[in-house]
């Protein structure tokens, strides 16, 4: 850009650089230092009250592993921030990082032109109220994936990205939290953490599928809603999708249905044994269980006690392997085969061919975790014995709780 050019081109370079700035977690002090620019530089650009030079945009593009080019295009996009006030708990400059790394990802696919998968995800427009409804759009996703009503989902992620969804992997967790779920141009994008040889920061291949599953809920429950004001608006959300990815996992005639045939005992046991069929964790079970109305809350306290007394909160047994994406990679394999196909796809970007190795690594992070310590199983499926007669299992009655609200706890 030269130093005559409008002030609208100049406001396109600052928003440019403030996306890229952010998505690659550097505060506007960090670049000018790397950049070589003066202090207070970067704000100017961004606010469109600087005008950067040609030397100043090679500088920062330099940084900002781009072309020049890339940061004087002008690509309008629309998305939506995260929904929840929980993500109160990580540094912002983390949640900006992962929206504008998403933002970024979403804007490669469109420049390299890669085949997309149409997007089918519903859109609920019920009452949020209504746990049967959301029950029921639970169901409506699962047929939108091309999944039945029984059947055990072999890769959460795989669903998501029959449904149109870009899953990428999170670079670290979020807070509390191992998702993240936004919109950008139309296209849902999901962030889910990854594994990691180190067993302090290692998530269960259960724990993921169930991190995606409710991300998607976010998607498909709280589409156009507003960031939440308060906490429990924040919290409500959650159980939303807390429960959508509850019935979006193990649908709940299903989990009835298997453990009548497992004698109809909700025990620690039972529950090891469902989740080897469903990729399901035992205590995620005791919430799902809880929620059907087959045990009550004292009930569900003390199979919590039990799973706190062997140690199983972090590290349950019958551990479900880890899934990754496959959809990205394979896009960019066909639109751009042989081996330089990533550097295809970054020259047609104006990106780096970094960010797209970011995004397609899958591997667990860390250092690696003593040989033998966890049992590793695929999500498999297990035949049913054919129901006795064709009435629906009932849910048995449970007194009613006056504190549940506020004593319910979560899946994980």
């Known amino acids: 850009m030269t130093r005559n050019e409008s002030p609208s081109a100049v406001a396109t370079l600052g928003e440019r650089v403030r996306r890229l700035r952010l998505a690659?977690?550097?505060?506007?002090?960090?670049?000018?230092?790397?950049?070589?620019?003066?202090?207070?530089?970067?704000?100017?650009?961004?606010?469109?009250?600087?005008?950067?030079?040609?030397?100043?945009?090679?500088?920062?593009?330099?940084?900002?592993?781009?072309?020049?080019?890339?940061?004087?295009?002008?690509?309008?996009?629309?998305?939506?921030r995260p929904?929840?006030?929980?993500?109160?708990?990580?540094?912002?400059?983390?949640?900006?990082?992962?929206?504008?790394?998403?933002?970024?990802?979403?804007?490669?696919?469109?420049a390299a032109n890669l085949r997309v998968m149409p997007v089918s995800v519903p859109v609920f427009d019920g009452d949020l109220n209504d746990d049967d409804a959301i029950d029921r759009i639970a169901a409506d996703t699962r047929t939108a994936a091309g999944l039945t009503s029984t059947q055990v989902i072999p890769s959460v992620i795989r669903a998501a990205e029959r449904l149109g969804c870009l899953v990428l992997p999170l670079d670290g967790e979020l807070g509390r939290h191992?998702?993240?779920?936004?919109?950008?141009?139309?296209?849902?994008?999901?962030?889910?953490?990854?594994?990691?040889?180190?067993?302090?920061?290692?998530l269960?291949?259960?724990?993921?599928?169930?991190?995606?599953?409710?991300?998607?809920?976010?998607?498909v429950l709280h589409a156009g809603a507003t960031q939440p004001a308060a906490p429990a608006e924040a919290a409500r959300m959650e159980r939303e999708a807390n429960r959508f990815a509850a019935a979006f996992l193990v649908p709940g005639d299903s989990a009835l249905e298997d453990l009548h045939h497992a004698g109809g005992?909700?025990?620690?046991?039972?529950?090891?044994?469902?989740?080897?069929?469903?990729?399901?964790?035992?205590?995620?079970?005791?919430?799902?269980?809880?929620?059907?109305?087959?045990?009550?809350?004292?009930?569900?306290?003390?199979?919590?006690?039990?799973?706190?007394?062997?140690?199983?909160?972090r590290d349950e047994p019958f551990r479900p392997g880890n899934e990754s994406a496959v959809w990205l990679k394979k896009a960019l394999r066909e639109r751009f085969p042989?081996?330089?196909?990533?550097?295809?796809?970054?020259?047609?970007?104006?990106?780096?061919?970094?960010?797209?190795?970011?995004?397609?690594?899958?591997?667990?992070?860390?250092?690696?975790?003593?040989?033998?310590?966890l049992t590793v199983l695929p999500i498999r499926?297990?035949?049913?014995?054919?129901?006795?007669?064709?009435?629906?299992?009932?849910?048995?009655?449970?007194?009613p709780d006056p504190h549940a609200d506020d004593n319910r706890q979560t899946p994980y």
């Not at 191992?178 to 290692?202: C, F, H, K, W, Y």
């Not at 069929?277 to 079970?285: E, L, P, Q, T, V």
Request: net charge neutral; glycine share 8%.
């Open 204 to 219: 269960p291949g259960d724990r993921q599928r169930f991190t995606v599953a409710h991300e998607l809920g976010h998607l």
């Open 265 to 313: 005992r909700v025990t620690l046991g039972t529950m090891a044994t469902l989740k080897q069929k469903w990729g399901y964790s035992i205590k995620a079970f005791v919430f799902r269980f809880r929620e059907l109305g087959v045990i009550d809350e004292a009930q569900a306290r003390s199979l919590y006690k039990q799973i706190s007394a062997r140690r199983w909160n």
């Open 178 to 202: 191992l998702g993240m779920s936004l919109t950008v141009d139309g296209t849902p994008v999901i962030r889910v953490a990854r594994p990691s040889r180190d067993p302090e920061s290692d």
């Open 24 to 80: 690659a977690g550097l505060t506007q002090t960090d670049l000018a230092a790397r950049a070589g620019m003066a202090s207070g530089a970067i704000s100017m650009i961004e606010n469109g009250r600087f005008d950067a030079d040609a030397d100043d945009i090679a500088s920062l593009s330099d940084v900002l592993d781009c072309d020049p080019a890339y940061l004087l295009k002008a690509w309008p996009v629309d998305f939506d």
């Open 381 to 399: 499926e297990v035949a049913r014995p054919a129901p006795k007669g064709p009435a629906r299992i009932a849910r048995l009655p449970v007194r």
């Open 338 to 373: 042989g081996p330089s196909g990533h550097d295809q796809a970054a020259e047609a970007s104006g990106l780096g061919a970094r960010y797209l190795s970011r995004w397609l690594d899958w591997e667990p992070t860390g250092t690696a975790m003593p040989a033998g310590e």
């Open 83 to 110: 929904k929840l006030r929980a993500y109160a708990d990580a540094p912002q400059r983390v949640v900006d990082r992962t929206m504008f790394d998403s933002v970024a990802a979403v804007e490669v696919i469109r």
